[in-house]
């Protein structure tokens, strides 16, 4: 089994930052494709950035330019830096690490945005 732990979210401005971090532990034996997910109220799931295992990263575009995804190998962590947050990014943000065809997710974190 796989496990994800996400931290990092909370309340912040309209024009401010956060950070999302996702450690991973447990049965991990490569390093693997990971991404960040986000769901509003009433709305579906949707991709908000992924990296591959060896660093190419994707954004959706209404993040590109304002959010970045980054990760540490020796820690099997991947980061979300997140600036100009806007209210419509406001989100539980879930972390996903693929392995084996098989996908693991975070319990997700709350992101508010306030304007």
């Known amino acids: 089994q796989v496990q994800l732990v996400e931290s990092g979210g909370g309340l912040v401005q309209a024009g401010g930052s956060l950070r999302l971090s996702c450690a991973a532990s447990g049965n991990i034996f490569s390093i693997n494709p990971m991404g960040w997910y986000r769901q509003a109220p009433g709305k579906q799931r949707e991709l908000v950035a992924r990296?591959?295992?060896?660093?190419?990263?994707n954004y959706a575009d209404s993040v590109k330019g304002r959010f970045t995804i980054s990760r540490d190998n020796a820690k099997n962590t991947v980061y979300l830096q997140m600036n100009s947050l806007k209210p419509e990014d406001t989100a539980v943000y879930y972390c996903k690490l693929s392995q084996y065809d098989i996908d693991y997710w975070g319990k997700g974190t709350l992101i508010t945005v306030s304007s």
């Open positions: 990296i591959t295992s060896g660093g190419s990263t």
